[in-house]
């Protein structure tokens, strides 16, 4: 599975940004994609993931009420729709879908980051 993220930038506070992430490869296999991030010296963190068959959809605390996830299964795309933007939400966001594989159930795959740059 390889994915490729897009859609970061810099934006003002209280602004908003679209993430997009594309899979290719096996994904017949993924089981569920999301969004991580991570802060300059701080460990990545989930932001939200959703899934893939029947679209529920987990979001972390910092996230709720703000951010939306969405996967379009039929261009095999996921994407971060993210409101009410923070300085604290700067960060390199991190696309992510678990595919499982016979001898490792929870295989993850990442791709490359998208910087996410809020400004106060």
């Known amino acids: 599975v390889q994915l490729q993220a897009s859609g970061g930038g810099l934006v003002q506070a209280e602004g908003s940004l679209r993430l997009s992430c594309v899979a290719s490869g096996s994904i017949f296999s993924i089981r569920s994609m999301g969004w991580y991030r991570q802060a300059p010296g701080k460990q990545r963190e989930l932001v939200a993931d959703?899934?893939?068959?029947?679209?529920?959809?987990n979001y972390a605390d910092s996230a709720k009420g703000r951010f939306t996830v969405s996967i379009d299964n039929t261009k095999n795309m996921l994407f971060l729709q993210m409101n009410s933007l923070k300085p604290e939400d700067t960060a390199v966001y991190y696309c992510?879908?678990?595919?499982?594989?016979?001898?490792?159930?929870?295989?993850?795959?990442w791709g490359q980051g998208t910087q996410v740059t809020v400004s106060s």
């Open positions: 992510n879908a678990v595919a499982p594989i016979p001898e490792v159930p929870t295989q993850r795959y």
């Open positions: 959703i899934s893939k068959g029947d679209g529920i959809s």
